[in-house]
């Protein structure tokens, strides 16, 4: 008897105990985001979705299809052609497929002409198909200033800040 009684008061004070616990986080502000309605801020250097940036002003593409990005993208997910010459060569296709990019970044770091970013927070990237998740050229192209490692900022005197 005296054992029963000491296991159900040992049983009970560990129901107290586990019961303590969820009291404590019952009455704390809850953390969740309650997506989509809310969003959860991303730091700028925050990796997402690629843009092709373009020059401030023009609004030409900065990309020379100089092929540096495809080339040094481990996962090959970059497929372009350039069109033109010398100072005016510019891309004519450039695609993404982001079934393979395992955002790496590399593509953004070996561009010489800031020309792609992934500083976009645009990362809802749901599709019904693997053929939504690769991005072409017109997709991508920025309509307005990107942030980039080279110019995180936009330069002065060039309208509205981006505020994605
Ligand atoms: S982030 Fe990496 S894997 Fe994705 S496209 Fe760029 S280089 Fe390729
Ligand atoms: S995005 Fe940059 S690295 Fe890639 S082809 Fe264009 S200029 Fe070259």
Redesign the pocket.
Known sequence: MRRYLRDLLLGSWSILLALKVTLRYLFTPAITTQYPEEHRFQPLRTLNRHI?TIEEGTGK??????????R?CPTRC?E?T?AGKGKDRR?AT?FIDHNLCMYCNL??E???????TMWTRIGELGAYARSGLVYDQPTMTADRFYPTPMTPERPQGAGKVASA
């Not at 990309?63 to 990005?69: E, H, P, S, Y």
């Not at 070996?110 to 792609?116: E, G, H, R, S, T």
């Open positions: 092709l593409l900065k990309c020379t299809a100089c092929d540096a990005c495809a040094i970059i372009l350039g891309a450039f593509c953004v070996v561009c010489p002409f800031d020309a792609i």
